[in-house]
């Protein structure tokens, strides 16, 4: 007991709880899960955002029977759903690619979700999916980055 007849050990308890709950809080991105999905059976990963309004399909190099990308690949597509449907695409090499689509609106199965704070790799390939959107980047650091109140590409 304290001088005033307080037990001592629950204002320690409580700071040592407080600053456990503040470790947790403060997750960095050096600590995101790294997520690997398995290829479906023509080759390709498939995956989509926890919100389901983006999907992305990765192509590794060669080609599936079903694609070949015209630079033999590996090639990395993403479809973002609403509020209007585009196509973001990510080659082997150069810049990334806008396509504003109408009427195209197939996009992925939601077997494979990368969660919020989660990262997956594949081939030259890197994207990470956070709150705010998905940013997806080539080694070279060229990528886009796409949420449904925008999207950029370089």
Known sequence: MGIWGIDM????????GFASALSLASVSPARAADRSFMPDENGQIV????SRNIGC??????????????????EL??????PKYIRLILS???KA??????????CCNDVNVLNYGDRWKAG??????????LTCRRKDGHGFFASRNKYTAD
């Open 9 to 16: 050990r629950i204002p320690a308890l409580v700071t040592l």
């Open 47 to 50: 995956f989509v955002t926890p």
């Open 57 to 74: 399909t990765y192509i590794p190099k060669g080609g599936t029977e079903m694609y070949k990308p015209d630079d033999g690949g590996p």
């Open 77 to 82: 597509g993403c479809d973002r759903i609403e």
């Open 92 to 94: 082997a090499s150069g």
């Open 97 to 106: 690619f806008i396509f504003e689509m109408e009427g195209d609106t197939a």
């Open 124 to 133: 030259p390939f890197t994207c990470m999916s956070d709150e705010s959107g």
